[in-house]
């Protein structure tokens, strides 16, 4: 029986990128684009904000459970949240892919459709890019933003006295992500199925979504410090603190909506493990879960006063690190997952 | 028996970028170097040139050939030698690596040393990166280069009468490789051994060169058209001729210095070999050979009648494409290898 679907062995790196290219943003604002030894792209205030991340099959995603559009638009999210955490927005990216030979084509169309849908209403364009062969699939995005004359925000200009605020969802890619698993454990072909009312929390991890124009307005508010929210809240507020020689108490009273947000997905999950202890884990994914690229900053009190720019609610204060930078929970150290190391499997 | 060698796995993280960093090179000239959600590097002609390039370990080199300097090394150099072509200076770059667990961490660090060793003689620092596990490694590199005003230098500005010229060696990468290649194949435990005055060519391949300079200088002498030789000059000058929609004739006697340093590699395969062909290798390596990292440039007729740039030497002409754009070699098409498709195995 021969294989009735197109894999990308089955073509040449030109017929594979012709296929490629018209999927992707272009731009009159690039001086060069792709096809040449490098592309020439405009740094209109004569500074470039740059970023890079990897994502890696079996690391960072399951083919079974991400399709190429989901690779493609997580890829190019979790590096325009880190541009827009800089105050800025993205112009362009290059993109490297590694595939293995019996990957379908299909998949790779469906990635250059997925990345598309994240950078388009970034106003982000494709300027070049690599392929190569590999076992496994692996996607490098590079992305350039323009600060437009603003200061870049960084993470260590917090004071004690500032208000902390959040910008995006929190919890929700964690929870997609033990829905998966849980419900992939039960499954008898390991793929898990598509649990309705949950489509959401599932989502949120397979393309979570980043509150782009929330960074610049940030920055034009007078944020002190900002970050994006890649390994959990305590822990992503733990480098703020400690880059600013801060301590940042949140209030968990202002976490409670996203806890509660939470609960449906927490009492499936009881269900599924068949684990009361499940129900409690709508507080851990607020705290600890990863991957929902939300913006975390601080602005002086004043700004909260007035208003903080759109999208921010504030969720804790910045206090003196008597003891050291640290993270505090009500005033208290909070009790929470190690977090997230992608370097460790 | 314990293991005595340390590996990734037993570090985390921040450790692993904490003996990486010091090997770096950093600068100045950046606004906002690692450890932030992005870097602000400064573009100071209003444009940044941006290129891309993804090595594959087990498709772009094989870890009991390479040391992790040497992949350092040529990962930085490829790089480098794509923002040369354009006619620019290469200002920073981001790292991305992928690592199995049990990679020795002197691998890790002799892979920052190869990376500075390449960069820093050009005055590239780098600003970023990102880190992974996978089960192989892969390294994502993003370059950044400074036109310092000139016109980018294309691949599609050849004209007819433009001088054909070449900075850098040819052959010297593929002689290597099919050396090391032949001598695994002989050896008993697969790895090549030390082939004493071969050397120089394996170390070509293991760790190109490339004349960076004469990038900026073709650019200031009015190359009209330019690349770099990375997939061989047919098949490269084969780029120039469709972008440009001329042919370009390629003079033997101008590459017969280059076919004759060849001889010594192209005598040792065929003895290895034990086959006579080996020795009409030369002459494919210098036409179809890749990963030398050279300059291929077109140039104006009375440049060439001056003189041409520094590091250039003219190796043809180019011509009206009259039977479309082709490459030829003293008129006739040349019997050439197909060239090297990174993306099949």
């Known amino acids: 029986m021969t294989d009735p679907t197109p894999r990308v062995r089955d073509l040449d790196e030109s017929e594979l990128l012709a296929l490629i290219f018209p999927l992707l943003p272009t731009s009159e604002g690039v001086d060069v684009g792709p096809g040449d030894d490098a592309a020439v792209v405009r ?7 740059v970023s890079t991340d990897v994502l890696v099959e079996g690391r960072h995603f399951r083919r079974d459970w991400s399709t190429g559009y989901d690779v493609g638009h997580r890829a190019a999210m ?24 019996d990957l379908p084509v299909d998949w790779v169309t469906g990635f250059a459709r997925g990345l598309a849908d994240a950078a388009t209403p970034a106003g982000a364009v494709v300027v070049g890019g ?17 600060l437009q004359g603003r200061a870049p925000v960084l993470r ?11 910008a995006g969802v929190l919890g929700a890619s964690a929870a997609g992500l033990a829905l998966l698993t849980a419900h992939a454990a039960t499954a008898a072909d390991g793929a898990p199925g598509a649990p309705g009312p949950l489509a959401p929390f599932v989502a949120a991890y397979l393309r979570p979504g980043s509150p782009l124009a929330a960074g610049p307005a940030a920055a034009d508010g007078g944020a002190t410090a900002m970050l994006d929210v890649s390994d959990g809240l305590v822990r992503d507020a733990g480098r703020i603190a400690r880059a600013s020689g801060v301590s940042i108490d949140l209030s968990s009273g202002s976490l409670s909506r996203d806890v509660a947000a939470l609960v449906p997905a927490a009492v499936e999950l009881a269900i599924a ?12 994914w607020v705290l600890s879960g990863g991957e929902d690229h939300g913006l975390l900053a601080t602005f002086p009190a004043q700004v909260a006063d007035r208003d903080l720019p759109p999208g921010f609610r504030e969720i804790g204060r910045v206090v003196a690190a008597d003891d050291g930078p ?17 370097f460790r499997s």
């Open 43 to 49: 740094a209109g205030d004569g500074r470039v904000v």
């Open 78 to 101: 979790q590096n325009l949240a880190d541009i827009a955490a800089m105050g800025a927005r993205t112009t362009s990216m290059v993109v490297s892919l590694v595939m293995p030979e």
């Open 130 to 146: 690599d392929l190569s062969g590999g076992d496994a699939v692996v996607v490098a995005v590079t992305v350039h933003g323009d």
């Open 156 to 166: 260590s200009g917090a004071r004690p006295g500032d208000v902390v605020a959040h």
């Open 273 to 284: 493990t068949d684990d009361a202890a499940g129900a409690h884990a709508a507080h851990d």
């Open 326 to 342: 640290q993270v505090l929970l009500d005033g208290d150290r909070p009790e929470v997952s190690p977090g997230w190391d992608h």
